[in-house]
């Protein structure tokens, strides 16, 4: 089921309705990292000169300024994977709605996930996935050697339930979707650590979220064959 998945959401890249969202998307991103970027050298420059013992008085604005544009960098790297996948949450819908019009016409339309709704859920995974990766930090770097599986596995998991989650949320009660989530928790992690692998590539991670919600709804469907099923074949 997951590369039949992956691969018809590979294949819809070029669609139009596709490249709108991922354009959005890409927006988004780079205004929220420079936004974040801005607001702490803002903070910064507000610090102005102290006065230190045997160096005399000091601009640790200047020196703090340097550090927190080295700190931007670094924290955008990291805010990459969790802020991406926040974004594309936004325009769910309208990838699931795609990709459902394209491969699965013969549907019923779905009940679809409120905007609002959509915005709460992907900045509760915002929040789950910054909390628990600062966490694991700390078995990161008890266990360096294994560090990149524990990233992945770690990520893979969180990226797999949530997709998983309001992907099926569209058509399926909260209980219905735990229990099928419950069934098939095994290849929803494993298809989440093969999208979050190349997450971590700045580029590839403006465009893996994309390509995970198209590949968790027809994951979804797949679980419920139905004739034509593109990604059965």
Known sequence: ????????????????RFRRVLIRAIGITF???????????????LIGD????????????ATLGVLAGLGAVIASAFLMIPVAAMVIGFFL???????????????????????????LDSLRLFGVVILANLVALIFYLLFAPLAPFLFYGLNGFL?????FSLVALRRLSAREVSALRRRHRLSIWALGVILAIPLSVPLLGLIVPLIGVAAY??????LQPQPGNPASR
């Not at 019923?108 to 709704?117: C, H, K, L, N, R």
């Not at 990226?159 to 997709?163: N, S």
């Not at 709804?217 to 797949?222: I, N, V």
């Open 31 to 45: 205004a929220t990292l420079v936004a974040v970027s801005a607001a702490l050298g803002f903070a910064v420059s």
């Open 93 to 119: 819908e309208d990838i699931a709605k795609a990709v459902e019009e394209e491969h699965y016409p013969h549907l019923t339309a779905a009940a679809g996930v409120p905007f609002f709704s959509a915005v």
């Open 1 to 16: 089921m997951i590369i039949p998945a992956l691969q018809a959401a590979l294949a819809q890249l070029p669609d139009p």
């Open 50 to 61: 102290v006065s230190l013992p045997l160096f005399g008085a000091v601009d640790l604005g």
């Open 217 to 222: 709804t027809h994951f979804f469907h797949l």
């Open 159 to 163: 990226l797999g339930r949530e997709y």
